[in-house]
Structure formats: C-alpha cells, structure tokens
C-alpha cells in the first residue's frame, strides 16, 4: 500500500512540475511576445515623436510671429493715434493762423483802401485849392 502510495504522490509530483515547466514555457512565450510587441511600438512611436517636436517646434515658431505681429500692431496704432493727434493740433494750429490770416488781410485792405482815399482826397483838394 506504501507503494501505491508513494506512486501517487510521484505522479502527483510529476504532473506539478510537468505544469510548472508548462507554465514558465508560456510565460517565456508570453514575455518574447511582450518584448517583441514593445520593440515594435518602440519603433513605431519614434518617428511620431520626432513628428511631434519638430510639430511643437513649428508651433512655438507660430506664436512667437504672432507676438511679433501683435506687438507690431499695438506699436502701430499708438502711432496712428499720435499722428491723428498731431494732424488734429496741426488742423487748430493752421485754423488759428488762417483766421488770423483773415483778419490781418481784412485789415490791411482796409488800411490801404483808407489810405488810397486819404491820399485821392488830398491830392484832389490840393490841386483843386491850387487852381
């Protein structure tokens, strides 16, 4: 009976470690396969990684532009404001000199117009007086 035992348990022992054998057979597989599968995407995913830095890069190169552009912009339309300012001084400044231009001119005709009149009389009563 010892011997049908110990046979039993020999087979039972067997049967363990033939599944252990089976069992780290499958996981060598299992992991060659794995290896495989990373090495793969490994290689897959360099060239889209490269694709997506040179991507950030070109980005990156976008926004500095448009920074650029902005900035360009806000200088631009500070100038423009100045020069509306300055047209707008300019446009009081000559409005003043014209008026006053006017004016003088005004007055100047009538200063001469005056003084053709005065002159005119005098020389008229002068040679008339003498006559």
Not at 32 to 51: C, D, H, N, V, W
Not at 78 to 89: D, L, V
Not at 98 to 126: D, M, P, Y
Request: hydrophobic residues 45%; proline residues 1%.
């Amino acid at each position: 009976m010892n011997q049908i035992w110990f046979a039993l348990v020999a087979f039972a022992f067997l049967a363990v470690a033939g599944f252990f054998i089976y069992l780290l057979l499958e996981l060598r597989r299992s992991t060659q396969a794995i290896t495989q599968l990373l090495k793969t995407t490994e290689e897959s995913l360099k060239p889209t990684l490269e694709e997506l830095q040179l991507t950030l890069k070109s980005m990156r190169k976008v926004t500095d532009d448009i920074n650029a552009v902005t900035d360009d912009i806000r200088l631009i339309s500070g100038s423009t404001r100045e020069i509306g300012q300055n047209f707008k001084k300019a446009s009081e400044f000559f409005s003043g000199v014209s008026s006053e231009a006017a004016i003088k001119v005004s007055g100047l005709r009538v200063g001469i117009r005056t003084a053709l009149e005065v002159l005119i009389k005098n020389l008229f009563f002068q040679k008339g007086g003498n006559q």
